[in-house]
């Protein structure tokens, strides 16, 4: 079978498909990644098959340039569905991220050559990242069968579908769906027509756990999270086991590539945990440093330490509650104190809370002796440990991504198009 991974050039939303595409080959299937070429290195140091496809995507300038009331926005649309399913704000919401990220990170020349690439190739299955629509039209113009990678709970589809739900009950001459428009004008381009399996895709491939999985009506193949951190290596001072708690702080590898400003003041977290006995293992790179006034004795910064190697020996983490952090300190057992302001981070701080394997610290309310006391409750109640291995439990019960594949291989062959 071949095999077509594709994902807009953010590095943390691609890191989740590699330990899938290495199973798939493993399994005998071909494999390519075609993305911007900005993502390029990023997917040969995996170990795998790059296909560079049109330009670079400027998203994050344009988020930049349209300034603090852009972010702000950003900040907050509500993917949860807690204040209510208001069609003008899920119309609003539709319009703009439409406008400012899917057709932005989904750009004319990078769907154009992806599709030129797909019908060339000719995959059996295409699998997409939630907001790389691109694979989808690339599937349909080539007649593949296609499904979406999720690395994280799918509050995207829970907010189209409220938005949908609540458009239909308004005359149709009403109607005004942009992500629609959007997708038929490009899918016009090809020949092909648009429905909502090319938003939706044909089945979903999830990586969240029982527990953190949003209820869904779509076709799911539920899989193991297996972590995934880009080039690692194992530095001399990790293979010594802590002589005092250790602890990770992390800001994530999305912060270092865009214009986002932090969460958190730095400073604040430093304050916070500086006369603690404890060991902090801080990842910052050269511009978050800059930031940093003082750095507390009792604190290491490096530029980068792979979490799957670091977290196991922690005893607690700090940090912003994205999908590659938050699942891999699930999957590492490790109380997390989750500071997180926007979207799908929210909702896994929340769950995570809900479940006792950890604390969620809204930006807005943290104050030192918040952060201070939330890390001392981690260390000192044996409750969250407990129900962070719960939660290790629940996530290593999951098929692993070799199990998943003969299933994939199944919903392959039933959904593609028979061809000439």
Same mark, same amino acid.
């Given at each position: ?48 098959? &790059? ?16 300034? &603090? ?102 005359? &149709? ?248």
């Amino acid at each position: 079978m071949r095999v077509l991974i594709t994902s807009l050039a953010v590095e943390a939303h691609f890191n989740g498909a590699v330990p899938l595409a290495w199973a798939l080959r493993a399994a005998g299937h071909e494999v390519r990644v075609a993305s911007h070429p900005a993502l390029t290195e990023s997917i040969t140091r995996a170990g795998l098959t &790059a296909v560079p496809v049109g330009t670079d995507h400027v998203h994050h300038e344009l988020v930049r340039d349209l300034g &603090a009331e852009l972010d702000t926005f950003y900040r907050d649309i509500d993917f949860t569905g807690e204040r209510g399913d208001d069609y003008v704000a899920l119309k609003g919401a539709n319009t703009l991220l439409t406008a400012t990220f899917y057709a932005q990170a989904n750009n004319d020349s990078m769907v154009d050559e992806l599709v030129d690439f797909a019908r060339y190739w000719q995959p059996d299955l295409v699998i997409w990242e939630p907001f790389t629509f691109a694979g989808a039209v690339a599937a349909r113009a080539c007649g593949a069968a296609h499904a979406r990678l999720l690395w994280g709970p799918d509050l995207f589809l829970r907010m189209r579908t409220a938005f949908r739900r609540r458009m239909e009950l308004l005359p &149709a001459e009403s109607h005004d769906d942009s992500l629609e428009e959007w997708l038929t004008w490009t899918l016009d381009r090809f020949g092909c027509a648009f429905d909502e399996e090319v938003v939706v895709g044909q089945w979903n491939i999830d990586q969240m756990p029982p527990g953190v999985r949003l209820p869904s009506d779509r076709p799911t193949v539920p899989m193991r999270y297996v972590p995934y951190n880009g080039r690692a290596v194992v530095p001399a001072w990790l293979r010594e086991p802590p002589r005092r708690p250790r602890v990770c702080l992390t800001l994530g590898i999305t912060s270092r590539d865009t214009d986002h400003p932090n969460p958190v003041s730095l400073d604040e977290v430093f304050e916070a945990v500086s006369d603690l006995d404890i060991e902090v293992v801080a990842t910052l790179d050269a511009a978050q440093r800059a930031e940093v006034t003082r750095v507390p004795d009792n604190t290491r910064v490096v530029d980068f330490v792979p979490l799957h190697a670091l977290l196991p020996g922690c005893s607690a983490a700090i940090h912003h509650g994205g999908a590659g952090t938050w699942s891999t300190a699930a999957a590492s057992a490790v109380p997390q104190l989750v500071i997180a302001g926007m979207w799908d981070n929210v909702y896994r701080a929340r769950r995570l809370a809900d479940l006792g394997a950890g604390l969620f610290l809204p930006p807005d309310e943290l104050t030192a002796a918040g952060l201070r006391d939330g890390l001392e409750q981690l260390l000192t109640k044996p409750s969250f440990r407990e129900d962070a291995r719960r939660l290790q439990a629940v996530i290593a019960a999951e098929p692993s991504p070799a199990d998943v594949v003969p299933t994939l291989v199944e919903l392959a062959g039933r959904h593609r198009t028979a061809r000439g």
